[in-house]
């Protein structure tokens, strides 16, 4: 079982849906969230940051990290087709620097 | 802006013939990384320095080395690189317990 699950996708929707992109782990220690957003041929731009259990808001982009679930989300709003891209999420432990990914959800936003 | 700067953005070398990647920074920042990302998969952690300690994973081939000659670069060398090791080659920078931001990548095709 990989340390963090994310689902491949693709996921497909029509330009104005909300979007929900997911992520499960398994490893308790982990304690610093990201979201980041791959475009074809480009490296990870990151999104979202959070440390805490709860939501973090920025402009269309909500970040939620339930740690008793082990369970975190990214919600889109009002997504347009530049939305369209991989979405990555990563975690990082409180020991040191080292980043692991999920696997990466490619979402295609159709006008 | 501060940013993570690679070059080239494509290389392409031959089977066997020695490649150097190279990438800057800006941020200051005293951790710098190389990934490796293949086509639909998460990055992959190839080394790490934390200032000039060097880290390398374990599952990194020996045909990888890296050299960071001050805070600002740090290259990636390919010995001999083979058609397997045809990628998108990440660079990344952190300070202590902060995201990673990355570079646009170079990406790599051997022939």
């Known amino acids: 079982q990989k340390e963090v699950e994310q689902d491949p996708g693709p996921l497909s929707v029509p330009e104005g849906a909300i979007v929900s992109l997911n992520c499960t782990y398994s490893n308790s220690a982990f304690q610093y969230f990201m979201w980041y957003r791959q475009y074809s041929r480009k490296g990870p731009e990151l999104l979202m940051y959070?440390?805490?259990?709860g939501n973090k808001e920025d402009g269309r982009f909500t970040a939620q990290v339930d740690k008793s679930s082990k369970y975190i989300s990214l919600f889109i709003r009002d997504s347009q087709p530049s939305d369209s891209a991989t979405y990555l999420c990563?975690?990082?432990?409180?020991?040191?620097?080292?980043?692991?990914f999920g696997g990466g959800t490619r979402l295609m936003v159709k006008p | 802006d501060a940013m993570v700067i690679q070059n080239p953005r494509y290389q392409v070398t031959q089977f066997g013939k020695p490649v150097t990647l190279s990438c800057s920074q800006t941020?200051?920042?005293?951790?710098m990384y190389w990934y490796q990302q293949k086509s639909s998969q998460a990055p992959k952690l190839l080394f790490h320095y934390y200032d000039k300690d060097f880290n390398n994973e374990a599952d990194t081939p020996d045909n990888f080395q890296s050299r960071r000659p001050n805070t600002s670069f740090c290259f990636l060398d390919i010995r001999s690189p083979g058609l397997g090791d045809a990628a998108m080659y990440l660079c990344?920078?952190?300070?202590?317990?902060?995201?990673?931001?990355f570079g646009n990548g170079t990406r790599l095709t051997v022939t």
């Open positions: 990344a920078t952190s300070g202590v317990n902060s995201p990673l931001h």
């Open positions: 959070t440390y805490s259990s």
């Open positions: 990563a975690m990082i432990s409180n020991a040191g620097n080292m980043l692991t």
């Open positions: 941020l200051n920042h005293n951790v």
